[in-house]
């Protein structure tokens, strides 16, 4: 449940970030680097939360 809660935020986050700055460059938005973006960012967030950021007991 973990990972399909990050992949919704991630591409929530991702969208919304592409878009503002589109919006101020003034460029036209696309959808497929946004999915990109999320894409790494999702990644980012599993490589962190499975192996840098673990519990120690």
Known sequence: ???IMSI???ILISLAISYVLT???GETFVLSD???LAAILSAAIFL???S???EEN
């Open 1 to 3: 449940m973990r990972y």
């Open 8 to 10: 919704f935020w991630a």
């Open 23 to 25: 919006s101020m460059a």
């Open 34 to 36: 946004s999915l990109i």
């Open 48 to 50: 962190l939360g499975d």
């Open 52 to 54: 840098v950021l673990k």
